[in-house]
């Protein structure tokens, strides 16, 4: 079991950044692949970001590409999402997914919740107009 355990969430206005942070133990982090996934009230999860840790390859939604990225401290086996321009509709609970043994995969498996097997708690993202 992957444990996983994000922070950096909070409160800011538009237009503002933040870096969230998913800090893993339990297995090797460099091997894995990892998803940035996030849930709004009412709505459903949606995949942001995802990465191969091997630094294969990684992929991003259509509403994260040229505001989001993604990055990792291998030894701190901590997977990063950077967001800029916060816009309100940012707003959500932000989850950290993980998955060891990780297929090859498409971009449409990678941002979608079944490849994965361990997730964190979540960090909250609140944008204000």
């Known amino acids: 079991q992957v444990q996983l355990v994000e922070s950096g969430g909070g409160s800011v206005e538009a237009g503002g950044s933040l870096r969230l942070s998913c800090a893993a133990s339990?297995?090797?982090?460099?091997?894995?692949?990892m998803g940035w996934f996030r849930q709004a009230p009412g709505k459903e999860r949606e995949g942001v970001a995802a990465?191969?840790?091997?630094?294969?390859?990684?992929y991003y939604s259509d509403s994260a590409k040229g505001r989001f990225a993604l990055s990792q401290d291998n030894a701190k086996n901590t997977l990063y999402l950077n967001i800029n321009t916060l816009k309100p509709e940012d707003s959500a609970m932000y989850y950290c997914?993980?998955?060891?043994?990780?297929?090859?995969?498409?971009?449409?498996?990678?941002?979608?919740?079944?490849?994965?097997?361990?997730w964190g708690q979540g960090t909250q993202v609140t944008v204000s107009s």
């Open positions: 339990g297995e090797r982090f460099s091997t894995f692949c």
């Open positions: 990465i191969y840790t091997d630094g294969s390859n990684s």
């Open positions: 997914a993980a998955e060891p043994r990780c297929p090859p995969m498409t971009a449409i498996q990678a941002l979608g919740s079944k490849v994965y097997r361990d």
